[in-house]
């Protein structure tokens, strides 16, 4: 049986608040370096139309393949289950694939062009992170 170390919850609000805070002062620093307008955090801004149909098309693909990943994984033996349909890197999947639409529609349809460069600069910083976290253990925070 799994059980949490006493100070699992502590460690986790405080890495996620730091992961927070370094993620909103890079967003901060790169939008007034490249003088584009801030976007609301964790909203949705879609650049048009077709950016919001595509976005939602994603975002019910990804709910599927959180479901059948869930099943497949659940019914499989646990040492052979698949990484790739596990939730966190289905999540990382998610953010990849919408942020690029954001960045590809910002690119094409966005009246200040350099919209696109900090989405892109994002979407680079944020896989940077998560990689660093998931290869040092939420930085020997934990395990």
């Not at 799994?2 to 890495?15: S, T, V």
């Not at 996620?16 to 890079?26: P, Q, T």
């Not at 019910?60 to 939730?87: C, E, H, K």
């Not at 966005?110 to 979407?123: C, D, F, G």
Request: no cysteine; glycine share 4%.
């Amino acid at each position: 049986m799994y059980r949490l170390e006493a100070d699992f919850w502590p460690k986790l609000f405080l890495i996620l608040a730091i992961i927070y805070l370094v993620l909103v002062l890079f967003n901060m620093m790169m939008g007034k370096w490249l003088k584009v307008e801030k976007k609301k955090f964790l909203s949705y801004n879609y650049v048009n139309e077709k950016h919001k149909k595509i976005d939602r098309v994603v975002r019910i693909t990804i709910l599927l393949i959180l479901l059948v990943g869930y099943f497949i994984n659940i019914t499989s033996d646990p040492v052979g289950a698949f990484w790739l349909l596990q939730p966190a890197s289905i999540l990382f999947g998610f953010i990849f694939v919408t942020e690029s639409i954001r960045a590809f529609m910002e690119w094409k349809y966005a009246e200040n062009k350099k919209a696109y460069i900090l989405t892109v600069s994002q979407l680079i910083f944020i896989s940077l992170l998560f990689m660093s976290i998931i290869k040092t253990r939420f930085f020997g925070m934990f395990g």
